[in-house]
């Protein structure tokens, strides 16, 4: 599994645009008949995909993690990007169509993920982070997930944001994860930006058609860098850093925390005035 380190506010301004793409760009994730993690040292988040079409994919525990199996210290949200498909845990099985989130607890023994239709396969996209006790298993579609209405379509950001794992939907130890879409002719996501150092953050993006590009700005407020993405990339965004994106085209976006305090609205807004 690759493994990323930590990046210093202050080595990050002098970062050229491939050392941004190499320290915080997630590619390749998701892969035919794969599961594909990268241990992150961001909170020791692991992000990763399994995309089964041709055979089922079992999640197995890694060396770097030094446990028996891959959620004996770990606690996960699964999120469906694509078909329809099946995650079957310790041998109870669930449905789950594109968007729906399944959330499981520390202590599971057995994750094995299936697509239904080997010509339009589920992708299932993994956020992982360590816990310390067992919270129930728990799928949740989008129509029962938190929802909140952001932005307008004058200001080109109006978009729902749907919250699935946090401290009002399911219950996690620390992960908070959830699931933006955007009205048709918006395309900025979490603009104004925000920081939150009490958690790091991860994006992944997806439904973005061919051929478009995600523009993705991170760094600190004073310091805004960005890097151009592809469709079904991720990018981690450290505490100190901004989190906000825009694209040449219409995309959803799947974003994860990890970290202190399962609150989502714990954000300390950067007005976009003071933006450099
Ligand atoms: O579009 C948005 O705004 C978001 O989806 C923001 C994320 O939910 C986020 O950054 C939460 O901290
Ligand atoms: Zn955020």
């Given at each position: 599994m690759k493994v990323l380190h930590q990046v210093h506010p202050e080595d990050f301004v002098n970062y050229t645009t491939q050392q941004i793409r190499d320290k915080f760009l997630l590619e390749n994730l998701v892969a035919p008949d794969k599961i594909e993690c990268v241990y992150t040292h961001y909170d020791r988040m692991?992000?990763?995909?399994?995309?089964?079409?041709?055979?089922?994919?079992?999640?197995?525990?890694?060396?770097?993690?030094?446990?028996?199996?891959?959620?004996?210290?770990?606690?996960?949200?699964?999120i469906n990007i694509a078909g329809n498909g099946t995650i079957t845990v310790d041998g109870e099985t669930f449905d789950l169509e594109k968007k729906d989130c399944l959330y499981i607890g520390k202590g599971k023994q057995e994750v094995i993920f299936a697509s239904k239709d080997a010509a339009d396969p589920a992708k299932y996209i993994l956020f992982s982070c360590p816990a310390h006790m067992e919270y129930p298993t728990r799928l949740m579609k989008p129509s029962e997930a938190l929802p909140a209405e952001l932005g307008s379509l004058e200001?080109?950001?109006?978009?729902?944001?749907?919250?699935?794992?946090?401290?009002?939907?399911?219950?996690?130890?620390q992960l908070v994860l959830g699931v933006t879409s955007f009205k048709a002719g918006s395309i900025w996501n979490t603009m104004p930006p925000h920081l939150h150092d009490r958690r790091m953050e991860s994006y992944f993006y997806?439904?973005?058609?061919?051929?478009?590009?995600?523009?993705?700005?991170?760094?600190?407020?004073?310091e805004t860098r960005h890097i151009f993405l592809n469709?079904?990339?991720?990018?981690?965004?450290?505490?100190?850093?901004?989190?906000?994106?825009?694209?040449?085209?219409?995309?959803?976006?799947?974003?994860?925390?990890?970290?202190?305090?399962?609150?989502?609205?714990?954000?300390?807004?950067?007005?976009?005035?003071?933006?450099?």
């Open positions: 692991i992000v990763g995909a399994a995309t089964p079409v041709t055979t089922t994919l079992k999640l197995e525990t890694y060396d770097n993690l030094k446990a028996d199996y891959f959620l004996e210290r770990r606690e996960i949200g699964i200001n080109n950001n109006h978009r729902v944001i749907n919250k699935y794992i946090h401290l009002d939907g399911i219950r996690s130890c997806f439904d973005l058609p061919e051929n478009q590009r995600i523009i993705h700005f991170m760094g600190q407020p004073h469709n079904e990339q991720a990018i981690l965004s450290p505490s100190w850093s901004i989190h906000s994106g825009t694209a040449t085209a219409n995309y959803s976006f799947i974003w994860a925390m990890a970290g202190e305090n399962l609150v989502f609205t714990d954000m300390d807004p950067v007005p976009t005035t003071e933006l450099q």
